[in-house]
């Protein structure tokens, strides 16, 4: 049985090493889109770089004789997810999407919602002049013209444009939550921007802003491929894919 995960996230590591464990699977490859310098890799064989669209997808999984497809790639990478659903029905193969479940608020949080990278920058008139920008390297344009002080933290340096007033720290998760509280202090930060990527890795930062009583903008999870049966852990999708 020949399995390709579109991955890049903790999630798709954790299953790439369930299901190379696993002698039911003859072959597990795991594709990753490239855009980490030097990404953690995980078991089986790993292949880098996109596919072309649609179509190169299809070719790769026809030319490479593919049971099933796992789309376990970010929660924000939503063109590859609709690509996987495209390919997948033109392919005639199985697919079943590995999706972290998205963060929710809690007592005694402070967030504002929005749909995209540009409504974030629009909503942070008015909440705060240092702002803790945790989106990631790409789409920082977005913040570009904004007159507050941002600090940019992402796994490689941002591409250009970046915000005017800004310092970079290039950090990679899991973090912790007395990191996340003492980075607030040091910093005097009083507003964070992030994504709703969910998990466990990131999340300390949402407590550490709760407690510190800073405003959190959002940035919600953009539409997901109708159809595709989903699964919320590693090992929930071990068990759907081999059980066939």
Do not use: Y
């Not at 199985?94 to 990278?117: I, K, N, T």
């Not at 973090?175 to 994504?195: N, P, Q, S, W």
């Amino acid at each position: 049985m020949h399995i390709l995960i579109l991955g890049g996230t903790t999630e798709a590591r954790a299953l790439a090493g369930l299901l190379h464990a696993d002698r039911r699977v003859t072959r597990l490859t795991s594709s990753l889109a490239g855009r980490v310098a030097s990404p953690r890799l995980p078991a089986g064989e790993v292949r880098i770089g996109g596919f072309g669209g649609v179509e190169g997808l299809v070719e790769w999984v026809r030319e490479h004789a593919v049971d099933a497809v796992i789309d376990a790639t970010h929660p924000f990478a939503e063109r590859i997810s609709f690509n996987a659903a495209r390919a997948a029905a033109t392919a005639h193969v199985p697919l079943l999407a590995l999706r972290r479940p998205g963060w929710v608020p809690v007592e005694g949080d402070d967030w504002r919602e929005v749909a995209s990278l540009e409504d974030a920058a629009r909503a942070l008139t008015g909440l705060g002049d240092r702002v803790f920008l945790t989106t990631g390297r790409m789409g920082l344009a977005a913040f570009a013209a904004r007159p507050e002080w941002f600090l940019v933290r992402s796994v490689d340096a941002p591409e250009a444009p970046v915000p005017a007033r800004a310092e970079i720290l290039l950090d990679r998760g899991p973090f912790t939550l007395d990191g996340e509280r003492e980075l607030l202090a040091r910093h005097r930060i009083d507003v964070l921007v992030t994504k709703d990527s969910g998990g466990a890795a990131t999340a300390p930062k949402l407590t550490a802003a709760r407690e510190a009583g800073v405003p959190v903008v959002v940035v919600r999870r953009p539409p997901v491929p109708e159809g595709v049966p989903v699964a919320t852990t590693p090992e929930e999708a071990a068990a759907l894919v081999l059980r066939g």
